[in-house]
């Protein structure tokens, strides 16, 4: 099992310039979400989904677009990148209340991007 | 509304020495809690859970935790370091019933284990 896939791992992008990470799952989990790791600050969730076609704000969703067509594929779109959206993000995956597992993330490996 | 306290952002121990990672928790309803493992350059990765069962939670590799709700505390430990435990910990913790996506986040310690 691969797991949750994040493409790409590095990422340099100028001021204003858009770009698009990429995130599958194959373990037909239900929800999936995107964090935002700054060093001296955790993880901040960006967005997240609850299923096909259902999508959420987390605690710092500006600057950031989402969507779910799939169960697999929950894409994270930069619409004008800015110096501030430097950092590590990390794509997660999860199952709801009552099934095996409830409530633990499985993480991708993270893309690191840096905003010039 | 939830918040995670982790106390040091850095932790060094020498190699066999007691692992004790601090973590608080504050939560309106009861919670899941959890600690997360990150080696460098790769995804967190989970060490232990709470889930309302028993109070002390053994995890991988030798780590265990510990909920104290009078002390609102689930503090991390590991009897004897190991040169490979060297990595960031992360205290977190979820509301019971939730799917995980509103997991809260410290703000995590490194730990550095000396030879």
């Known amino acids: 099992n691969a797991g949750v896939t994040q493409t790409p791992k590095f990422q340099v992008l100028k001021t204003g310039q858009s770009m698009t990470l990429q995130c599958a799952q194959d373990?037909?989990?239900?929800?999936m979400s995107w964090y935002r790791q700054d060093p001296g600050m955790g993880l901040r969730l960006i967005h997240y989904?609850?299923?096909?076609?259902?999508?959420d704000q987390g605690e710092v969703p500006n600057g950031y677009n989402v969507s779910r067509s799939t169960t697999e594929d929950f894409p994270l779109r930069l619409l004008s990148a800015a110096p501030s959206q430097t950092s590590v993000y990390f794509c997660?995956?999860?199952?709801?209340?009552?099934?095996?597992?409830?409530?633990?993330?499985?993480f991708g490996e993270g893309s690191r991007l840096t905003v010039l | 509304a939830q918040s995670v306290t982790q106390l040091g952002s850095h932790v060094s121990v020498s190699e066999g020495a007691l692992v004790l990672l601090r973590c608080n928790y504050s939560s309106s309803v009861p919670p899941y809690l959890f600690w997360y493992v990150q080696y460098p350059n790769q995804g967190l990765q989970l060490l232990l859970k709470y889930t309302s069962a028993a109070t002390l939670v053994k995890g991988i590799n030798g780590f265990e935790a510990e909920f104290k709700k009078s002390e609102t505390s689930f503090h991390l430990t590991k009897p004897s370091a190991h040169m490979s435990d060297a990595a960031e910990y992360f205290c977190?913790?979820?509301?019971?019933?939730?799917?995980?996506?509103?997991?809260?986040f410290g703000a995590g310690t490194r730990l550095f284990v000396k030879a």
């Open positions: 997660a995956s999860s199952q709801p209340e009552g099934l095996a597992g409830a409530g633990e993330l499985f």
């Open positions: 989904s609850v299923g096909a076609g259902i999508t």
């Open positions: 373990m037909n989990h239900e929800y």
């Open positions: 977190a913790v979820s509301p019971l019933g939730d799917g995980g996506f509103k997991t809260i």
